[in-house]
């Protein structure tokens, strides 16, 4: 058997589709959603990201901003920020970009989001809420994990899942989700005992703990779905690089590095009924998910 590749790229053109239509009719009643990133200090990595995910609202007809504050902000001063946007009826959904500088209180910003403009679905509330099963604004990659499995075809409800890692952003959040789907949940981890054992059990598999190959193909059952949220640089001197396929190799010999993910993707393949690539897979759906929960969000506040 040789897995089905599930395009992240196609699957969030389906869900950027969705958008334009729902903005669509939010605009038969003057109404455009609002989305503000916000951004502390000047990390490249976090600046990319909320250029494309303000490019991308701009694109699907939603007011995408940005705003930026200097590295030496104080807590107060980015509070005051936040309160300003929460009163602001004009937006919708407010992210703060992570990482933010040490000096910063991360949880308690997070927590002073009002949750119904909470677009990546990390405050309390909205946590809670997707915990007991309620309707609530939901974080954008679990919530594209799930749009990648249902894209297959296959029904969730009655399989087996496992979940590799839990972490509050990824892992807890699609075990929740996979567990609303009705599907039976095992929720494993590094310190789990027998852990290639568990996840061979999985009919469906979703990795999401950060280390590259951590998941053998070997381990996979046989026609499993597999969701790899993996993002791992390896380079020409990581042992690992002995385990890429060709293409992968082709490709470090010629740049010097390759981002692969948490699964080892080549031989999981040949095992699994389906499976996201890395890069390809799950990264396209995050910003594809931001987007639904801003219109979501901006449905929900304006009835």
């Known amino acids: 058997m040789t897995g089905r590749t599930i395009d992240g790229k196609e699957v969030a053109k389906t869900v950027e589709l969705e958008v334009r239509s729902a903005v669509s009719e939010l605009a038969g009643r003057e109404i455009t959603p609002g989305l503000v990133a916000v951004r502390v200090g000047d990390d490249p990595a976090s600046e990319i990201y909320v250029r494309n995910k ?39 959904g407010i992210l703060l970009q992570l990482p933010i500088p040490g000096h910063l209180d991360s949880e308690s910003l997070l927590r002073r989001i009002d949750p119904a403009k909470d677009v990546d679905g990390f405050h309390p509330i909205n946590v809670g809420n997707l915990q007991l099963g309620r309707k609530s604004l939901v974080p954008c990659t679990p919530a594209g994990c799930i749009r990648l499995i249902n894209s297959t075809g296959e ?92 293409a992968k190799r082709a490709a470090l010999e010629k740049r010097g590095s390759v981002i692969v993910g948490d699964v080892e993707f080549d031989q999981a393949a040949k095992r699994a009924g389906w499976i996201t690539p890395v890069p390809g897979g799950v990264g396209p759906m995050t910003i594809a998910m931001l987007m639904s929960n801003t219109v979501e969000a901006a449905k929900g506040r304006r009835g």
Do not use: W
């Open 155 to 246: 029904s969730i409800e009655g399989k087996h899942a496992v979940v590799v890692g839990r972490s509050d952003i990824v892992g807890k959040p699609v075990a929740a989700l996979l567990l609303r789907e009705h599907a039976t949940v095992t929720i494993c981890h590094s310190r789990t005992k027998n852990l290639e054992e568990v996840i061979g059990r999985g009919e469906i598999v979703v990795a999401a703990v950060g280390r590259p190959f951590m998941i053998p193909g070997s381990a996979i059952r046989e026609g499993a779905i597999v969701i790899d949220v993996g993002i791992n640089r390896i380079g020409a001197s990581d042992p690992l690089a002995a385990r890429l396929g060709d």
């Open 54 to 92: 303000a490019a991308k609202a701009r694109e699907l007809g939603i007011r995408g901003e940005q705003k930026h504050l200097p590295g030496d902000v104080r807590q107060k001063d980015l509070e005051n920020v936040i309160d300003e946007l929460n009163e602001n009826d004009e937006v919708d």
